[in-house]
């Protein structure tokens, strides 16, 4: 049994009621259908009914239990540090482009929350990225200038409510913060009828374009002329996205604290071993929920020890009463730091993506929903030529092979070495690669002393996947794909489960 603190759900899931949409059982055809039900596949589709079309959503899981059911939904277009750079790599005017497109995203939700009354705790925050030491300061001015030059609400401070000193902090003013499940539940509610619909618990296995373009789900085919796979990392292969970018996973506590010891704002930390820090109003008072152990998914077997950092972190720094939420996801990082969104290939006319958020896709989900329903529409959108997906991208250098091949190759090599004999090795309550008979097998002990057993090979491109201790998963060192401990999937891009293992033929 874990001895970590708090629920293990994401405190936007438990805090909202579940949803019961229907999953997909007849002959539907639409103009629109859109793969995913995140904060990119709900936008996309709010926008395109409003716009007259009919839509599907088709989501393999319930309504924003994905990512954007266990983000930390700040809505900033402050991104820690990424302004001095992007106009050191890509000019003033693109950087500018990246800039505007962020807070028109944020005042895009806010606009919407006031015109619709959403109640989803969307309250306007100062968003500050912090150094703590003077090592990283510069980094800090260089951005602030960098910002101000784009004309963003950016300042330097010496000073925030945090209750520990810092060097120093970007500042920037009128961001927001909400409840990123409650305003997605308003807007899927507002999609069935007048030729629309929303399918849950319907996985999405291949999109075929055509005339119309064929959705092909493990309960049917839908017909659409036009598709959005929204699933987060695209579950098609052809934009190899999952080799322009690499799955970033990290951890989030949600401690309660007395409102007068809470900070005041959105803040985020620089440099290595960083933490986000964030409060929500919930029904006993307030949470402080605070972010951070990042790493690359599948790399780390030990994950009790990333909530247990953040816990020591919460009680050292804020005195807090006690942790009532523990959870974790993941995000892809995009090696050119800007997302992808747009077509498929250069070869689709009707396939459309978006991916490669870096972390920040609340805001950046929501330009990408914005952006979508523009170029299905027909409508000219300034951001289209930054984003497009099909731009070439470094997904081949130095740096990109490294983080997907060694990763993949050479750590899993080391892994290997280590590998039980039999399934007898596995204790309870352990998850481990073991070879039986020559194959490699992902083998968990539960706590009844129950096995259970499934090849160790991922189904998307072949790695051997790896033990997550406190998700009780298997997550993929390659990719992010992750599967349950029966080898179900949890996370693309695999859309298969990992085969299963017979344990009473192998054991
Ligand atoms: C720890 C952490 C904290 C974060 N905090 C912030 C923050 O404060 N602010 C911010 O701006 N960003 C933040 N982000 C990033 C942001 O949450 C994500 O970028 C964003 O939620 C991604 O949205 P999405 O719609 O692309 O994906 P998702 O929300 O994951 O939606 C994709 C949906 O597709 C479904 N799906 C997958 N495969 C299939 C299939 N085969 N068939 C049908 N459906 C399928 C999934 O079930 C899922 O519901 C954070 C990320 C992490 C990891
Ligand atoms: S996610 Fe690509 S091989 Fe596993």
């Known amino acids: ?16 009621p579940e949803t019961n949409f229907p999953s997909y059982n007849s002959n539907v055809s639409v103009d629109v259908a859109i793969v995913g039900a995140g904060i990119v596949g ?9 716009a007259g079309k009919t839509v599907a959503v088709i989501e393999s899981k319930r309504i924003s ?16 540090l990424v302004y001095a750079e992007l106009i050191k790599k890509f000019g003033e005017e693109k950087a500018r482009v990246y800039a505007e497109s962020n807070q028109a995203a944020l005042e895009f939700v806010a606009k919407l929350v006031e015109e619709e009354q959403i109640d989803c705790d969307f309250s306007r925050q ?25 004309g963003l609400p950016a300042s330097f401070v010496r000073q925030t409510s945090l209750p520990f000193p810092i060097a120093g902090a970007v500042k920037f003013d009128n961001q927001a913060q909400f409840h990123s499940r409650k305003y997605l539940l308003h807007l899927i509610n507002r999609i069935p009828g ?18 119309p373009c064929r959705v092909i789900t493990d309960k049917g085919t839908i017909q659409a002329k036009d598709v959005i796979v929204a699933t987060h990392i695209p579950i098609l292969d052809q934009g190899l996205f999952f080799a322009k970018s690499y799955p970033q996973r990290s951890y989030i506590i949600g401690a309660r604290i007395e409102p007068s010891k809470a ?14 820090i964030r409060t929500t109003p919930d029904k006993d008072g307030l949470l402080l929920l605070i972010g951070g152990g990042g790493h690359k998914v599948g790399t780390v077997e030990n994950t009790e020890e990333k909530y247990q950092q953040l816990e ?18 993941q995000d892809f990082v995009s090696f050119d ?8 290939t250069p070869f689709n006319q009707h396939v459309y993506v978006a991916t490669g958020f870096s972390l920040w896709g609340m805001s950046k989900g929501t330009m990408s929903g914005m952006l979508l329903a523009d170029l299905i529409l027909g409508v000219k959108n300034p951001w289209a030529e930054l984003y497009d997906a099909t731009r070439a991208t470094p997904f081949v250098s130095p740096k990109g092979l490294a983080q997907n091949i060694d990763v993949g190759v050479h750590w899993v090599g080391d892994r290997l070495k280590g590998l039980g004999k039999s399934l007898s090795d596995v204790t309870t309550g352990e998850g481990k690669l073991v070879t039986v008979d020559g194959e490699k097998v992902a083998a968990y002990r539960d706590e009844e002393g129950e096995i259970h057993t499934c090849s160790a090979v991922c189904p998307h491109l072949g790695c051997v996947v790896a033990w997550n201790s406190a998700e009780k998963s298997w997550d993929c060192p390659c990719h992010g794909s992750r599967f349950d401990y029966d080898g179900q999937v949890l996370h693309g891009p695999s859309v298969k489960d990992l085969k299963k293992i017979d344990s009473k033929v192998r054991s």
């Open 1 to 16: 049994m874990s001895n970590l603190s708090g629920k293990a759900i994401s405190y936007w899931i438990d805090s909202t």
């Open 42 to 50: 709900v936008t996309a589709a709010t926008l395109l009914k409003r």
């Open 65 to 80: 239990t994905g990512v954007s059911g266990h983000t930390t939904a700040k809505i900033t277009s402050l991104h820690q």
């Open 126 to 150: 100062s968003a500050y990225s912090y150094a703590e030491s003077e090592d990283n300061l510069k980094d800090v001015e260089q951005e602030v200038e960098a910002a101000l030059k784009l």
């Open 194 to 211: 007048d030729g629309s619909y929303v399918f849950e618990d319907t996985r999405v296995i291949n999109v075929e374009e055509d005339a």
């Open 263 to 276: 900070p005041q704002g959105m803040f985020i930390g620089v440099g290595k071993n960083y933490q986000s």
């Open 312 to 329: 020591n972190f919460a009680r050292s720094r804020f005195g807090i009463e006690s942790i009532d939420y523990r959870w974790s996801t």
């Open 337 to 344: 730091k800007l997302p992808y969104i747009g077509k498929l």
